[in-house]
Nanobody
């Protein structure tokens, strides 16, 4: 599967953005889809994920602010980000995996190219 992330940009603190992850292939519904982010000088970290059965998991820092959803008919996963903070500034990557788990980098086999989110204070 090939993934294309989009929707990043520059936003002021407190604002919102919606990221999209569009996937190729006819078996999109069978994949767990995750969002990770990497800030300058930091390691890539888990943000949130939605499983093929629509289970969800999120890191504590985004709970209540970020919402992940999927539209299998459009082969797309969305990440709605509200109340953005400067600490959310990073390149956001979407990833697809077929395993039993979906919160670690190693759980995902396929990665998109990333989209930059910059939150100004």
């Amino acid at each position: 599967v090939q993934l294309q992330a989009s929707g990043g940009g520059l936003v002021q603190a407190g604002g919102s953005l919606r990221l999209s992850c569009a996937a190729s292939g006819r078996t999109f519904s069978m994949y767990n889809i995750g969002w990770f982010r990497q800030a300058p000088g930091k390691e890539r970290e888990f943000v949130t994920a939605i499983s093929r059965n629509e289970g969800r998991s999120s890191t504590d820092s985004v709970k209540g602010r970020f919402t992940i959803s999927r539209d299998n008919a459009k082969n797309t996963v969305y990440l709605q980000m509200n109340r953005l903070e400067p600490e959310d500034t990073a390149v956001y990557y979407c990833a697809a995996g077929t395993g039993r788990f979906w919160t670690r980098i190693s759980d995902f086999e396929y990665w998109g190219q990333g989209t930059l989110v910059t939150v100004s204070s």
